[in-house]
Nanobody
Framework: QVQLAESGGGLVQAGGSLRLACAAS????????MAWYRQAPGKQRELVAA???????KYADSRPGRFTISRDNAKNTVYLQMNSLKPEDTAVYYC?????????WGQGTQVTVSS
């Protein structure tokens, strides 16, 4: 079993920055890719960025440059640095972990960007 705990969400003005963190606990050996997804009201959950255990990254096409995913394997934590935030970035952000092909999810953290 893997437990994921997100933190760092909140209310920020457009143009501001936030850094999300997701700490993994439990059976962490065997976690491969970790990722951030987001879900806005009335929309489907979508990938924001992903990072493998070796550090390879993948970003959704529409978000290159503003968002940066990173991972600290020693702390079992993945981060999402979000800069130049826009109101359309408002969503619940979820952490995801791939553990031997099985998906685990955090409870989500709300990010609200005001105009």
């Amino acid at each position: 079993q893997v437990q994921l705990a997100e933190s760092g969400g909140g209310l920020v003005q457009a143009g501001g920055s936030l850094r999300l963190a997701c700490a993994a606990s439990g059976s962490i050996v065997g976690i491969n890719t970790m990722a951030w997804y987001r879900q806005a009201p009335g929309k489907q959950r979508e990938l924001v960025a992903a990072i493998s255990s070796g550090g390879s990254t993948k970003y959704a096409d529409s978000r290159p440059g503003r968002f940066t995913i990173s991972r600290d394997n020693a702390k079992n934590t993945v981060y999402l640095q979000m800069n130049s935030l826009k109101p359309e970035d408002t969503a619940v952000y979820y952490c995801n972990a791939d553990y031997y092909g099985r998906d685990y999810w955090g409870q989500g953290t709300q990010v609200t960007v005001s105009s």
